[in-house]
């Protein structure tokens, strides 16, 4: 499984599956599929037209305008859903730069113009290859704009959630923290985390006086021992009422 490693501005380490070639084909597909619907619909549009216009000219010519969105299909939608196609959506994937960062439109359009290579000249092979063989599964357009496709699927665990693992024979310490509200638990939680995983010492300090303000607490604990009490505490008496 291939992750992209991404630092944010705390300098917290995030990471994301970067999707292989299987789940790209899929949303090609669903795309090809869409586009397929759509040139149906430009040919029945197209008989309509001809029974107005005796000139075949002309024919032609809006049945060209008609189907001209089509040839920029991803390069619209990837810019109008920030990185999605209705394939990508329904995979759950999307585009980003190799920060992480949203797309800008000139990542899109360096992707959408290396298409031709990718995809339409060689009948698909560079794109396929360049995804298989490369270490951030990016084809050849990926690689010029900087960017890859990421999955967006998220997989909940209780360290998402304000939930605590908390022992039947655990024994609480501050009593008053059913003050808090999950609404405030939650906001500790994790603001407690991003401080701890990036060894933000001052932040953590920082939460602590303000979580003992709240409290009225004088504890002797270490930050990061008192806001785990904390946490866990509230656990127990929320989960036991």
Do not use: C
């Not at 005796?54 to 809006?62: F, H, M």
Request: cysteine-free.
């Amino acid at each position: 499984m291939s992750k992209l490693q991404i630092n944010t501005t705390q300098n917290v380490n995030l990471d994301y599956k970067i999707v292989g070639i299987g789940e790209r084909i899929v949303a090609f597909l669903i795309d090809g599929f869409i586009l397929y619907l759509y040139a149906v619909l430009v040919q029945l549009i197209g008989r309509a037209i001809g029974y107005v216009f005796d000139d075949s000219w002309t024919q032609i010519g809006l049945v060209s305008l008609i189907f001209l969105p089509a040839m920029f299909y991803s390069l619209i939608l990837h810019s109008l859903f920030n990185g999605q196609t209705v394939g990508k959506m329904l995979l759950k994937i999307r585009v980003v730069r190799l920060d992480g960062s949203p797309v800008h439109w000139s990542n899109l359009l360096v992707r959408w113009m290396l298409r031709i290579v990718d995809i339409w000249l060689f009948f698909g092979s560079v794109g396929l290859l360049t995804i298989l063989f490369t270490d951030k599964k990016q084809r050849l357009g990926d690689a010029a704009a900087g960017t890859v496709v990421i999955s967006t699927k998220n997989t909940v665990k209780i360290s998402h959630t304000i939930l605590e693992d908390v022992e039947e024979t655990y024994a609480p310490k501050f009593t008053n923290v059913t003050l808090l509200t999950d609404k405030d638990v939650r906001l500790i939680k994790e603001t407690y985390q991003i401080a701890k995983k990036s060894n933000d010492y001052k932040t953590l300090k920082a939460l602590r006086d303000k979580v003992e303000s709240l409290l009225n607490s004088n504890s002797e604990l270490y930050d990061v021992q008192y806001i785990d009490t904390v946490l866990k505490d509230y656990n127990f008496y929320t989960q036991k009422s």
